[in-house]
Nanobody
């Protein structure tokens, strides 16, 4: 009964900020590689950022320096702080968890982020 629930999406103007949260249940998320993916209409789902069990992070080139991924094991929650948002960041953002790279994926339902003036 693994469940990942995203929250924090919404509509903002270019240059604005949002913080996304992913609350996990049914797993101890600190034992999982966690990541944020996004998908815009007509485009492939892409990795935005990931964070390993040891805390190491990886970011897509398009968001590096603007987004920060973090996790709180005590709260079983992962976060994505998004700053300096631009219209190209508009997408549905999904939470992902897996025990290792080739392991089965668990996905959240997604949360919409819209950046427009």
């Amino acid at each position: 009964q693994v469940q990942l629930v995203e929250s924090g999406g919404g509509s903002v103007q270019p240059g604005g900020s949002l913080e996304l949260s992913c609350a996990a249940s049914g797993i101890i998320s600190s034992m999982y590689i966690m990541g944020w993916y996004r998908q815009a209409p007509g485009k492939q789902r892409e990795l935005v950022a990931s964070i390993g069990i040891g805390g190491g992070t990886n970011y897509a080139r398009s968001v590096k320096g603007r987004f920060t991924i973090s996790r709180d094991g005590a709260k079983n929650t992962m976060y994505l702080q998004m700053n300096s948002l631009n219209p190209e960041d508009t997408a549905v953002y999904y939470c992902n968890a897996r025990r290792y790279v080739s392991a089965p994926n668990y996905w959240g339902q997604g949360t919409q982020v819209t950046v427009s003036s």
